[in-house]
């Protein structure tokens, strides 16, 4: 079948125009897939590879190739965590498994920024990341705070198939903008916090340890 698209969204991320080529592929018991998106120039995003209908065996295996590809379905991912993600990712990864137990691996170049939510602070980040089965590894990657102060970033964030969110985070910063937190009923103390030196942030989607 050749199918299109208008506007095709995923997670509430834009990912434009999508034209679809496929046809059931008897020797691998799976749909053969073959679609472009193009969103207004501003990203491509190509995807190749099988969806397994069947089961007991149901799940996929898909090479994704990003052009600028339009990161805000992964906000859907890092719930509890971060928020307000945004930017655009270059690379190729792969997103295997069964349905209920999917995993992406590969490495992205992303431009891009997000808010870790109990911080309340935005970072943005030019570099390249890598995805595995268990997280995404971050190694020296560069971080500028809102007020254009930046630091060095490595750590993990976990997860087991998207879901049981970790993190562990190591920052080298000068006079970096890491909280600004304000009062809440929830929150035990609040303020604006600047770091200098090595910091570390770890905990999951229930607490923050810094």
Request: aromatic share 10%.
């Amino acid at each position: 079948t050749n199918l299109h698209v208008n506007n095709f969204t995923f997670n509430n991320g834009t990912l434009g125009d999508m034209g679809i080529y496929g046809y059931w592929d008897n020797e691998h018991k799976g749909i053969f897939l073959d679609a472009d998106m193009n969103e207004n120039d501003l990203g491509l995003t190509s995807v190749t590879g099988f969806i397994y209908p069947i089961a007991p065996n149901g799940g996929l295996d898909l090479t994704i190739a990003a052009k600028g590809t339009n990161i805000k379905f992964l906000e859907e991912y890092m719930k509890g965590i971060a928020t307000d993600v945004n930017g655009r990712a270059y690379g190729s990864v792969r997103l295997h498994g069964p349905f209920k137990g999917l995993n992406l691996e590969g490495d992205l170049l992303t431009d891009a920024s997000l808010r870790i939510g109990i911080l309340n602070t935005s970072f943005a980040l030019n570099d390249s990341l890598r995805f595995t089965s268990n997280g995404i590894s971050f190694k020296d990657i560069q971080l500028t705070d809102p007020e254009t102060q930046s630091g060095k970033l490595n750590g993990e964030l976990k997860y087991q198939h998207f879901k049981n969110l970790s993190y562990h985070f190591d920052i080298n910063a000068y006079n970096l903008l890491v909280m600004n937190t304000h009062e809440t009923p929830d929150m035990p103390f609040f303020g604006k916090i600047y770091a200098s030196g090595n910091t570390t942030i770890s905990g999951n989607q229930a607490g923050l340890n810094v």
